[in-house]
């Protein structure tokens, strides 16, 4: 297998070490990604087996449920495009270490901005 930079032990081992951790996140993000959009399809389903067959469901439990499988499709697009530009990166003969912005950071606020919207809403129909 050739190399494009000098064979230097230390840095082979670093850039595979890195390699892994990419790896390692974005299976962790597949993951994630499944379970919103899991629960996104779980809510929608579960909705409508609890409300009267001739009603619709109601807007905001519809919409809740397409906010979460939309984070889980948005989530694992990010991931994907972050593991690829690491991956070029990391195949960069001047690869240096710099630090990235957090996907995992950013789809994390937005689930805790929904499931805060979710519980006010739950809240308001269960008091008023």
Known sequence: MS???PP???DDLARDRNRLAADRSLLSFVRI???LIGIGVGLE???RALSPSGRYIDAWAYGLSLVYVGLGVLGLGLAI???LAESRRLRSPQYRYRP???V???IGLAVFATGAIAFGWL???LLG
Request: net charge positive.
């Open 45 to 47: 389903q579960i909705l």
């Open 8 to 10: 230097n032990a230390q």
């Open 104 to 106: 995992g950071k950013a």
């Open 3 to 5: 190399s494009l930079y």
């Open 123 to 125: 809240g308001f129909e």
């Open 81 to 83: 495009a972050d593991y």
């Open 33 to 35: 990604s499944l379970t």
């Open 100 to 102: 990235r912005r957090s």
